[in-house]
C-alpha cells in the first residue's frame, strides 16, 4: 500500500545551525506534501506545504524542496532556534479525490542553546 | 489558528467504561478524521469521513466506532474500554486543503 518513510527519527542540532528532514513517498501519482510541527501538548500544525507541480517553496527559515522523479521531499529549518524543537511530520496526499493523507513516522528535532 | 476542539484532553478511566470523545470544527469542512497517536510518534488513521451520514474506517484497525449526523461534529466512541485503547487520539477536518488538527484527547485505560 502506499506509505511514506520519514528520516532521522531523532535529530538533535545546535541553536544556529541548520536541519534537515527527508521523506520519500511510494505513490508518483501523489501531488499536494504538506509539512506539520507539533509541539509537545498539542495537535500538529501546518508549517509549510508543496504542490507536485513545484519544486522549493520557501517561507522565512523554512524551505521545502520536491524531487518528483526519485519520490522524495525534503524540509530544510535554517538558523534554528530552541523553539524550533518539536516532532515533525511530512505528509502525501493520495491523489484519487478521497483526500486521505499518508503520515511519514516523524522527526523529534532538538535544537541545543 | 485552526478552530477544531477536542473534549476532554485528557481522561482517565476504567476497564469495561464506555467512552465518547468529542471533536467539533467550527470551518464548515465537510471531510473530518480520527488519527491515534502511538507514544512513539506515528500518526495512524482509524476512521475519516467525507460528510454527513458517511464514515469510513481507515488503515488502522480500531474497535471504536464514529458518527456524522451534523457536519461540525465528529465523536468516537469506545463500547468498552481497554488498557490497549490507552493513547492520544486526534482528530482533524479539512474541505480541499490540508488537515486542521484538534489538540487531542490522551485516554489513559486503567
Known amino acids: 500500500g502506499e506509505n511514506v518513510e520519514q528520516h532521522p527519527s531523532t535529530l538533535s542540532v545546535q541553536e544556529g545551525d541548520s536541519a534537515v528532514i527527508k521523506c520519500t513517498y511510494s505513490?508518483?501519482?501523489?501531488?499536494?506534501f504538506p509539512w506539520y510541527k507539533q509541539e509537545l501538548g498539542k495537535g500538529p500544525q501546518l508549517i509549510i506545504d508543496i504542490r507536485s507541480n513545484v519544486g522549493e517553496k520557501k517561507d522565512q527559515r523554512i524551505a521545502v524542496t520536491l524531487n518528483k522523479t526519485a519520490k522524495h521531499f525534503s524540509l530544510h529549518i535554517t538558523e534554528t532556534q530552541p523553539e524550533d524543537s518539536a516532532v515533525y511530520f511530512c505528509?502525501?496526499?493520495?491523489?484519487?479525490?478521497?483526500?486521505?493523507?499518508?503520515f511519514g513516522t516523524g522527526t523529534r528535532l532538538k535544537v541545543l542553546a | 489558528e485552526a478552530d477544531i476542539y477536542q473534549t476532554p484532553r485528557y481522561l482517565v478511566i476504567g476497564t469495561g467504561k464506555k467512552i465518547t470523545l468529542e471533536c467539533s470544527q467550527t470551518?464548515?469542512?465537510?471531510?473530518m478524521y480520527w488519527y491515534q497517536q502511538d507514544p512513539g510518534m506515528e500518526l495512524h488513521l482509524i476512521h475519516y469521513?467525507?460528510?454527513?451520514?458517511?464514515?469510513e474506517k481507515g488503515d488502522l484497525s480500531s474497535e471504536s466506532t464514529v458518527s456524522r449526523i451534523r457536519t461540525e461534529h465528529f465523536p468516537l466512541t469506545l463500547e468498552s474500554a481497554r488498557p490497549s485503547h490507552t493513547s492520544q487520539y486526534l482528530c482533524?477536518?479539512?474541505?480541499?486543503?490540508?488537515?486542521?488538527f484538534g489538540n487531542g484527547t490522551r485516554l489513559t485505560v486503567t
Open positions: 505528509a502525501a496526499r493520495t491523489p484519487s479525490g478521497t483526500y486521505k493523507y499518508i
Open positions: 469521513s467525507y460528510g454527513v451520514n458517511s464514515t
Open positions: 482533524a477536518s479539512s474541505s480541499s486543503g490540508q488537515p486542521s
Open positions: 505513490d508518483s501519482a501523489s501531488n499536494y
Open positions: 470551518m464548515g469542512h465537510d471531510k
